[in-house]
């Protein structure tokens, strides 16, 4: 009885972890999705990098539009010091018609992208990560060929107004790390549209 009950405990314990998604010092998961120019990108492609910036977006959502630029231009201004942004959409295309692969294509030109647009279209990586929000950052280290979990949340404290940000989390993040230190705060909380999925 005892051995059944502790084989329960583990397993539910498992599903809970796997539900639960990546913290701060988690080694990230490693994935392999189509980009909007069809090739196909992976984590591991990025293992020259200093870090690497996942951004967990959308096409229709206001957060993310509202967000679009600003992520843009993290991408330009930290891909020079070795943080790239990868850009995920998450969203089931069919509970979201908007977010079709080939609406991402257009999204991706029409904004000038400077950046990779992958498709999660098996929804398992959003899920690995624990991602609820788009937009949502998992900002990742690269520690001697792996890449962990730094910072986890949002870009900044104002999502509809760039003007009115008091708070960088993402660039604060970004900056601890390029001076030797870990992120703090390590989590904020994301703030945007939750990701649209069929279960």
Do not use: W
């Amino acid at each position: 009885m005892k051995k059944t009950m502790l084989t329960f405990s583990l397993a539910f314990a498992s599903i809970l972890m796997l539900h639960a998604g990546l913290k701060p010092g988690d080694n990230a998961v490693d994935f392999s999705l189509k980009n909007v120019d069809g090739t196909t990108v992976s984590l591991s492609d990025y293992s020259d990098q200093k870090g690497v910036i996942v951004v967990f977006t959308c096409n229709p959502c206001p957060f993310a539009k509202a967000y679009e630029q600003r992520i843009i231009q993290l991408h330009k201004k930290y891909a020079p010091e070795g943080y790239p942004v990868v850009a995920i959409n998450p969203n089931d295309d069919q509970v979201s018609p908007e977010d079709t692969f080939d609406k991402m294509e257009a999204r991706s030109l029409e904004s000038g992208f400077p950046f990779p647009y992958l498709k999660d279209a098996t929804q398992e990586v959003y899920q690995a990560y624990g991602a609820t929000r788009t937009p949502h950052i998992y900002l990742l280290e690269n520690k001697g060929g792996t890449f962990k979990v730094a910072y986890i949340g949002a870009i900044d404290d104002n999502a509809m107004d760039a003007s009115a940000v008091s708070n960088r989390y993402l660039e604060d993040a970004i900056n601890s790390l390029r001076a030797g230190n870990q992120p703090n705060p390590a989590t904020t909380k994301a703030v945007g549209c939750t990701i649209k999925t069929r279960n």
